[in-house]
């Protein structure tokens, strides 16, 4: 039989799939689930079925269930946040929902070649068996797949650690303080090789909406979910209660309290105390060099670690205001403790994000370098604080400095999703599509609701003229970041280079709404009318973008610019981009709202001012 799912051809004569003429890899027991699947789309597959028809009743564990289910969605283009071919029904099972084309085979010759089951029928009765005997043993013990295939199929437990509640009346007060334990906590389980841990900067995307169907819908995959409740009285005394919970069997794994003073630095080890507890329920065992991690106090001076704590909570509101007062925050806890190392790799990512969306590059990248060296000074090895700087690099166009940095993070620490998207910039600026993608998939399964992963992502596709993924990516994110106008507002762009202007100008239109006062979400929405021909739109859009108060990119601006065919005007603000050094110039040789322009001699010195010139592209590193 052979049937036909979107562009993808599954036969299970051949046992194959092909995508037009390319052949999709896939484990054997992968695609026998996806046919299984396939066979009985009618109904909800429970996971007890699957594992009777596919493994024959063997001792396999849901882990392995749902990492084989992960490799079957991607083999047709799917995947856990989507479900368009294959349905999470949490606690039940599976079902194919994708619609399916049965195709007839085509009419094979009478005479066929003689096949290994017409020869073993030809061998004498007891020969015949006993080789049977043989090739079952062989098909039942021998490990499936390939060795790339088993290491991609990760089974460790896969956890996320939900911001921690407050309970009492002064909740509004001490929950800064409590999303700080969970920062840690999730830190510490990071640490612990055994387990794979959701990031902070996805966990946190949960903390107005803890539900459990919240949570399947947007990260299908995980196993387990930690929790806990926060109480502190008026004595400075403290009470973590803690509940983790297995997401794929609908139970309670483990529970504990936690009593300590905030007043007093023994309250550290709680955070250490919660990793190990939930690593031995999980009976993951913690290996020596991860204790001595785990045992790591952030600073021994309480005052600075208040000062940090409201840091991190005016960093994580990601306003421009925000972001300048976890400035100045974190520089006050790094006077009271030089050696406060999460404090400057803190404070490097404030700038960072300042440097990226909110004020001239040129101005703010040598306070990013500042406060990175001085947390590589206290801990040479800070794979954080080589990732931001790393990014950093690629987005003013040192490109040979953001090579070096960026495989310097990964050396140091392999899981860090900003070093992925680091990378993603960089081939996108380089030309190198097939290192974007490749750098996207890890970035996304790493931190799969990063919110500058959500944004820059959609941009590194769109700018290498990936335009179609680009657009699929941005809706994808829009799904699991409603919020967010930026992604809207990027997403506008990929829409109008598709032709789709009524979808762009909503896009932007949403973003406009979301980012009230934004000058990028202005001149999103410009771009978007002039792609649709609006052209009389576009200059009140701009003076209404002139008269904000936020940065206005001069790159975005002269491609506005460029739509009214004021192609002088473009290049003197593509000049002043780079006196800013703009970010987004890193995309000035593949961007295509700039292809009519590519023959102006000033376009190619533009390029090689970027670093991005014939010359230059050669030797660059891959």
Sequence with gaps: ??????????????????????????????????????????RLITRDELFDKIWAGREVSDTTL????????????????????????RGRGYQFIAEVLELPLVNQPQSQPATVLNKLQSMPKLVFAIT????????????????????????????LVVPFSVSGGDSEKWQPFADQITREVILKLRQISGLRVIPASSAFTFKDNKSTENISKKLPEVDYLLDAMVSVDVNQSIQISTELESLTKDNL??????NSRIDDTNFFSVQTDIAASVSDALKVVILAKEQSALAELPTTNLKAYELYVAGQKQLNLLTYDSLKRSVVLFSQAIKLDPHFEAAYVAKADAFR????????????LPDVVDSVLAALEIRPDSAEALSSLGLAYVFAWRWEDAWKVLNAARKEDPNLALTEVGFALYYSGIGDVEGVYRSLEKANELDPLNIELADWGHWALAMIGENTAAIQWAKNQIQLHPEVGLIYSGASVSASLSGDHERAIALATKGVSLDSGSPYAILALAQSYGHAGMLDK?????????????????????????????????????????????????FTRFDPRLSHIKSDPRYLALLTRVGLDDGAIRQYPR
């Excluded at 799939?17 to 054997?28: D, N, Q, Y």
């Excluded at 695609?31 to 699947?37: I, P, Q, S």
Aim: aromatic share 12%; hydrophobic share 40%.
């Design 1 to 42: 039989m052979k049937y036909l799912i979107a562009d993808f051809e599954i036969d299970t004569t051949q046992f194959q799939i092909t995508l037009g003429t390319t052949a999709v890899s896939v484990e054997p027991k992968v695609f026998d689930l996806l046919v299984y699947l396939i066979e009985n789309r009618g």
């Design 538 to 586: 576009i200059p009140l859009l701009l003076e209404e973008a002139k008269q904000t108060d936020g940065f206005l990119c001069p790159y975005e601006t002269a491609i506005t610019h460029l739509l009214l065919n004021q192609t002088d005007k473009a290049f003197e603000l593509f000049n002043e981009a780079i006196a800013y050094r703009s970010n987004c110039l890193v």
């Design 132 to 159: 049977c005997l043989i090739l079952l043993i062989i098909a039942y013990w021998w490990p499936t797949g390939t060795t790339q295939l088993d290491v991609e199929s990760d089974t460790r437990p896969y956890i």
């Design 353 to 364: 994000i300042i440097m990226s969306y909110f004020e001239k590059p040129v101005e703010v």
């Design 253 to 258: 794994i483990w529970n504990d309290h936690y």
């Design 66 to 89: 749902s990492n084989h289910v992960k490799s079957a969605r991607k083999a047709l283009g799917d995947n856990g946040d989507l479900q368009q071919v294959i349905k999470t029904v």
